[in-house]
């Protein structure tokens, strides 16, 4: 599903470069269930990034289902983006203004789904995360955890086959951590590519497999 060849992605630091990426090669099968493990600064989120088409490496091949994507334009990132891939970020990116139900519906309507139709997949969305019951609640009426749940659902709500997750428990207590992570694993289950970047590595060890970065390079765990 997955394949990284040679990527590499450099910035500018003065009259210096810093690479964030250097010469990356990984793998990814269709419903494995990877985690990206490295301290602040390693790469992890501008791996994540390209990873998501977020953002373009400076040299090397992504293969995402078999198509190069490097040459891409914006817009037709966004299409993969919308089409493929569901995000849950540390920070949850809720829209407080908007309840729980309008956060999830968000994506939907960007498709141009019919609002009967969008009802529906809302709904499913919420059932799996176990919030019907705080549909209509805003973000700041909810905890942490509903939070994130209600963030996991608007990743879902597309039915994308990749979700990626960047810190998704950084900003959880031990309890909620395991709430949050119980779902990643049911979606796993239910046959998703998940990918986790984090920094903790209880956490990482609950994916079927890890693998390291540091200074922009990786390396599998018990390689």
């Given amino acids: 599903m997955i394949d990284l060849k040679n990527v590499s992605r450099v910035y500018q630091v003065g009259s210096g470069k810093v690479y ?9 099968d269709e ?12 790469g992890k989120s501008t791996l994540m990034n390209i990873i ?11 293969l995402l289902d078999g198509i190069p994507i490097e040459d891409y334009s914006e817009s037709e990132l966004a299409k993969i983006r919308k089409r493929k891939i569901g995000f849950v970020f540390q920070s949850f990116n ?16 960007y498709q141009g789904v019919g609002k009967s139709e969008r009802k529906t997949h809302v ?10 019951k705080w549909a209509d609640h805003l973000p700041t009426e909810l905890s942490g955890g509903q939070q994130q749940r209600v963030a996991i659902a ?4 597309t039915r994308p086959s990749l979700i990626l997750g960047d810190e998704p428990t950084g ?16 979606l796993h289950d239910q046959g998703n590519t998940i990918i986790l970047i984090t920094h903790d590595r209880e956490i990482a060890e609950q994916a079927s497999r890890i693998v390291n970065i540091r200074d922009g390079k990786l390396s599998e765990v018990g390689a």
């Fill in 52 to 62: 998501g088409c977020l953002d373009i490496a400076d040299s090397g091949i992504y």
């Fill in 20 to 28: 964030a990426l250097n010469k990356v090669t990984l793998h990814i």
């Fill in 31 to 42: 419903g494995e269930f990877v985690s990206v493990i490295g301290p602040s600064g390693s």
């Fill in 94 to 109: 809720l829209i407080n203004k908007l309840t729980a139900m309008e956060n999830v519906e968000l994506p939907l309507i």
């Fill in 171 to 186: 900003n959880l207590d031990s309890k909620t951590t395991d709430e949050i992570m119980g779902i990643f694993r049911e």
């Fill in 154 to 157: 608007r990743a879902i709500v």
């Fill in 123 to 132: 709904a499913e969305a919420l059932e799996r995360v176990n919030l019907t």
